[in-house]
């Protein structure tokens, strides 16, 4: 029997890289191994990759020959990438498998024979768990009826999440431990036979990415076949749901896919309400999503802007009476004009600084307000008298809103509010389980990464009492399974016996060293690069270097554009100066980038920045330079490139 798995991949490289080693450590005869009689299934693997940028088909085609790579020019989704290579499939067996899983050895051995004792089985999911070690609810679902989505959406199922009504969404009423029919097999692990495929023919590709695998699993029930959920195979599925499902994109496109699906199967009338129900839920969800983002977005500010402003009146009014003996001797003007001037300018600068990233440092904001304060200073100088109120006032004022800024950052840390924490930062420990050579490889990886406290516990089946025990004692922040000594079964037992392990008192991170490579997945989100542990460190996705960067080139961009009667007659390719001066200033490049899919295509690279430009440079030396430039991003290092080729713009 053939196994043939198919991953599409978009722009996660390093959970591909992850994907495959699980893939290929898996007790199956890989095809053309005609010698190897070891299993009876054989397999053949297909990656669809989806015009990725971050160097993923150049390492599939590095590191796995044997994987039969489609590289697409442009973006096709989901469902029509499966079907590429669903197309070239040759096997009894097809799986559907995001590049963000991890399967054990005998995941497909297991399932190859769950079909074989089920002939009504048409297509089979499994137990999912994500990556701190936690029950996955979309491993079974039912169908999105009107009534399953109305409990969904409103709320409802997470106060009675095993109820067989209100739980219908995600089959609560069914035990997680037990195999069950169910009518919608998850889209990162579904596999089909050849006699379903056939039958029931590809996945539509009217759905670009969400509500295919609904679309499918229910043609699988419409063609007589049965879906099933099958818990004695597990996976590992680092789904991002704290950045996927908050943004509007994602409620949009998910909605839209359950519409189609209501536009096909539903009677007129059902799709009518049921759309309905849908355009609600889209708007409200939109609308909550959105209020709750501006919400947060603005709340510190319009808090530090009232402290500041009461600040400044009583500052004022104390002024004017006992300097002036006069409350009213300012102005209304000053009160409502002047002096909310004076704190935005105080807070942009602020901002400009980091004064308001997370996690909070005290020192960007005295810093920016230091700023603030002497561009005010200057402004002030250049004021005509009549217009000048008093410079004692706007000192008073400026060093009461930096009191206050600050001291509303102390109260928040004393709340223990996210991000505002205070108190002297605590070395993260972590704890390194494997053997002992692939324990000091992956200790040598961590130590490039930061200042964390290594405990290492060399043991190759380790049991969970006692690496619970290990954990509470070092008061440890993160776990680190080594995949070369410990089987891929093993981590997930562990995971799971953790969670579940009495007098928990805090959440531990656990994440996975693959073998022989350069990167430690744990994250729980996979849409940013930066939160990986990787060897290529993240100094250009902080916050205040990316902001930095846009106004350097916005400024940079519109001044050049200014000084095009200057400069244009002294370019060697006269052609593309202005257009590379747009292009920057909206965003669309930037004035010095990499190939890196976290920052934009430039105009220049850090090659740029050599003496001999001309001279051919090795692909290490290429991507040595590209990893020192986004590791130790500094402004000034745009401002050299940029100053270096002012003719070559």
Known sequence: MRLSIVIVNYNVKYFLEQCLESVFASNLRLEGDANDASSELELEVFVVDNASVDGSVEMVRERYPQVHLIANEDNVGFARANNQALRRCTGDLMLLLNPD????????SSCATFFTTHPDCGGLGVKMINGEGKYLKESKRGFPTPEAAFFKIS????LFPHNRRIAAYYMGHLDDEATNPIDILPGAFLMVSRATLDKVGLLDESYFMYGEDIDFSWRIKMAGFENYYYPNARIIHYKGESTKHGSMNYVYTFYNAMSIFVQHYFTDSKARWFNLLLHIAIWARAGMAWLKRVAQAVALPVLDFAVAFGGFVAVKHIWATH???????YPPQYTWVVIPIYILVLMLCSWLQGGYEKPVRLGRIVKGMAIGCGLLLVFYSLLDESQRYSRALLLLGCSWTLVSTLGIRGLLSLLNIPGYNLHPTRIRSCIIV?????????????QTLGSTHIETLADTKPDASRLNDTIRYYNADEVIFCSKDLPIQEIIDLMTRLENMPGRRRQVEYKIAPNDSVFIIGSNSIHRTEDLYTEELRTIADPLNRRNKRLFDIATSLLLMLMTPILLPFQHNKRNYFAHCWQVFVGKKSWVGTAHADTRSGIFSPEDALPHRNTPLSPE???RLHLRYLRNYRLSTDIQILTKNIFNL
Do not use: H
């Open 323 to 329: 300097w002036a003996a006069n409350a009213a001797y």
């Open 621 to 623: 030396l290429r991507q």
């Open 434 to 446: 494997g053997g002992e050579e692939e324990i000091q490889r992956v200790s040598q990886l961590y």
């Open 155 to 158: 709320g409802l199922i997470r």
């Open 101 to 108: 899983t991890v399967v054990e050895r005998d995941t497909f």
